[in-house]
T-cell receptor, first 115, second 117 residues
């Protein structure tokens, strides 16, 4: 079955540094991958989508890479700020479900940016 | 109201109670979802509706009964729940799946924090 792994340990970094979060997956090749941000007690908020034919995607201080050979996506936040502190989730379409909305989520990595 | 709203935000119920969760989206979407988020576990998809038709039931126990009367509203009817059903229940919406680009982003509501005693 599909498996998504995100580092369950919290990531603590200093303000201004680049945060890098990892999402590894197994057992199939998804057509795309999404990243979401979730603050405590709130619903996730969509950040970026990257498709299998894209190596890299950027949005302001965010950058996502997608390595289909390694079966890995990296999520970078440059010039991090305390307001970036949150849990970041990666999500893939369920196997055979690229156009059905059925997403499988990782358990998320909590980022703490210290001033 | 904008985005996706959910009511109530908090709910405490006994195992013999019957209650309903409500979700409303104001984004003009045609697909809606229910997710369950338990502590220390990933988001679990429960149900998917596309144009009011249920397209996914992720092996959810029958004590959870969804209802989608139109593309803007989604309900989750609860009865005879167990304490292990205590969790954050999230509703989401997205563009529909027919003819559109794959990978539509999902817009989530704030969730209902459910506690079953």
């Amino acid at each position: 079955s599909q498996k998504i792994e995100q580092n369950s340990e919290a990531l603590n970094i200093q303000e201004g540094k680049t945060a890098t979060l990892t999402c590894n997956y197994t057992n199939y090749s998804p057509a795309y991958l999404q990243w979401y941000r979730q603050d405590p007690g709130r619903g996730p908020v969509f950040l970026l989508l990257i498709r299998e034919n894209e190596k890299e995607k950027r949005k302001e201080r965010l950058k996502v890479t997608f390595d289909t050979t390694l079966k890995q996506s990296l999520f970078h936040i440059t010039a991090s700020q305390p307001a970036d502190s949150a849990t970041y989730l990666c999500a893939l379409p369920a196997y055979g479900s690229s156009n059905t909305g059925k997403l499988i989520f990782g358990q998320g990595t909590t980022l703490q940016v210290k001033p | 109201e904008t985005g996706v709203t959910q009511t109530p935000r908090h709910l405490v119920m006994g195992m013999t109670n019957k209650k309903s969760l409500k979700c409303e989206q104001h984004l003009g979407h045609n697909a809606m979802y229910w997710y369950k988020q338990s502590a220390k576990k990933p988001l679990e998809l429960m149900f998917v509706y596309n144009f009011k038709e249920q397209t996914e039931n992720n092996s959810v126990p029958s004590r959870f009964s969804p209802e989608c009367p139109n593309s803007s509203h989604l309900f989750l009817h609860l009865h005879t729940l167990q304490p292990e059903d205590s969790a954050l229940y999230l509703c989401a919406s997205s563009q529909d799946f027919e003819g559109g680009p794959i990978g539509n982003e999902q817009f989530f509501g704030p969730g209902t924090r459910l506690t079953v005693l």
